[in-house]
């Protein structure tokens, strides 16, 4: 087949993208020709598709906001581009009539590559699409269903909640401009020309059936797939440190783990811990206030790391801890930790009572309850029997479920039944 495949970023951000290019990879070494639609940012790879790629509502330049230095036209130009983007469209119907897909991929859109080019793809070209739920855009303004803190599904029942909160970067006009554009979408109906949304989590699907109106026969559920870590090394004999890895953000919960970690004996225990991720200096520095001076001297915050140093990092780990206070949507990093046969303490919350099952590869605690988390910590670090069973069911759960290959034959039957029932 030859698909399309849409995303926001040709390059690695976040876990969308590196679902783009996993499946990219694992669809091309299955023969498949892979014709990529994306943003084109300073940080796009090469690839001979870019001069189909549409420049940023923003313009072309860095892809973090912050990094943008932006003047009044250009910020008027971009908010314009939040409702219709004839670039966009253009260059969408140009890359379908020169490459001439058999189906359309969405992996990714965000609230800026509009969905109206699903309605072109299916309406105007005939195409099969297929639709991937990588978080909560459909139904929250800022994505996440997160507000100071805590979740947050205010504006499932209450409309306008996304202005009251300021839910976009602490802004009236942007949550404003983003809840136009939400009620926009909606009006236009775009999202119905979707034929199949394809759902990392059970929770994700529930969340579209119950809260989007999406008619279940629509709502796939299909796990995401993580790179097999033991294939071509064995599992690292276990070190004396617990590992957080991922983004270093406050929905991820790392402050309950500074926390929780704090509590610990760790001159008893012989404990460290160690946080991998893309962090700021100044938010790295309140993470280290939540220690005292004895247990700081036990952590290390070390910034991303990517490859076989982060592979090697994950399968030394004694286990990993996950503290998530938002509804995560299958994390890369738990499927990661899965792959290494690793134990997991996770928060019991959205997706991660799929991952984590209670007592067999994991423990599962109350998000954000520092003491739970504290004494689970605890209990697995000086438990060698508790780690053994829990490492050999992480990795019974990871080959049963979440290998590529696994992935790979339930996308392409989709695929392929989509493709047959749209000739």
Not at 91 to 97: H, I, K, M, N, T
Not at 124 to 138: G, I, N, Q
Not at 189 to 209: E, H, K, N, T
């Amino acid at each position: 087949m030859r698909i399309l495949l849409i995303n926001y970023h040709y390059f690695i951000h976040g876990g969308p993208d590196r679902y783009f290019f996993n499946i990219k990879e694992a669809l091309e070494e299955r023969g498949h020709t892979i014709i990529p639609f994306c943003f084109d940012y300073d940080e796009t790879f090469p690839t001979p598709y870019r001069h189909f790629f549409p420049e940023p509502i923003t313009g072309r330049g860095p892809s973090l906001l912050a990094e943008q230095n932006l003047n009044l036209m250009m910020k008027a130009k971009g908010a314009a581009r939040m409702f219709h983007n004839p670039e966009v469209e253009r260059l969408f119907r140009q890359v379908v009539r020169e490459c001439s897909p058999d189906l359309v991929y969405s992996i990714y859109l965000s609230s800026s590559m509009l969905p109206k080019i699903l309605k072109i793809a299916k309406q105007e070209f005939r195409l099969p699409v297929l639709y991937r739920l990588s978080d909560y855009h459909m139904l929250c303004g800022s994505y996440l269903f997160f507000r100071d803190g805590n979740v947050c599904q205010e504006c499932l029942n209450k409309q306008g909640a996304l202005i009251a909160n300021r839910c976009m970067q602490g802004s009236g006009p942007a949550s404003l401009l983003r809840y136009l554009q939400m009620r926009y979408i909606k009006l236009m109906a775009w999202y119905d020309w979707v034929d199949s949304f394809l759902c990392p989590s059970q929770f994700m699907c529930r969340q579209l059936i119950e809260h989007a109106g999406i008619q279940k026969q629509k709502v796939q559920h299909l796990p995401t797939f993580a790179p097999d870590l033991l294939m071509n090394s064995t599992q690292s004999k276990s070190s004396d440190y617990i590992l957080f890895f991922g983004k270093v953000s406050p929905e991820k919960g790392v402050e309950t783990l500074l926390r929780a970690y704090n509590r610990l004996n760790i001159r008893r225990l012989g404990l460290k811990l160690k946080l991998v991720g893309k962090v700021s200096d100044e938010y790295k520095g309140k993470l280290y206030s939540f220690l005292d001076e004895d247990h700081r001297k036990s952590v290390l915050i070390t910034g991303p790391m990517h490859g076989e140093a982060l592979w090697e990092c994950v399968r030394g780990a004694k286990f990993v801890v996950q503290p998530a206070l938002w509804f995560e949507n299958m994390p890369n990093t738990i499927l990661e930790s899965m792959s290494a046969a690793k134990p997991i303490i996770a928060s019991n919350l959205g997706s991660l009572p799929e991952l984590v099952r209670d007592g067999k590869n994991g423990v599962l605690v109350p998000p954000g309850d520092t003491e739970e988390f504290a004494k689970t910590i605890e209990t697995l670090a000086i438990s060698d029997t508790l780690i053994r069973s829990m490492s050999e069911a992480s990795r019974l759960f990871y080959l049963q479920d979440h290998t590529r290959e696994v992935h790979l034959e339930s996308l392409l039957k989709t695929m392929e039944h989509q493709v047959r029932a749209n000739q």
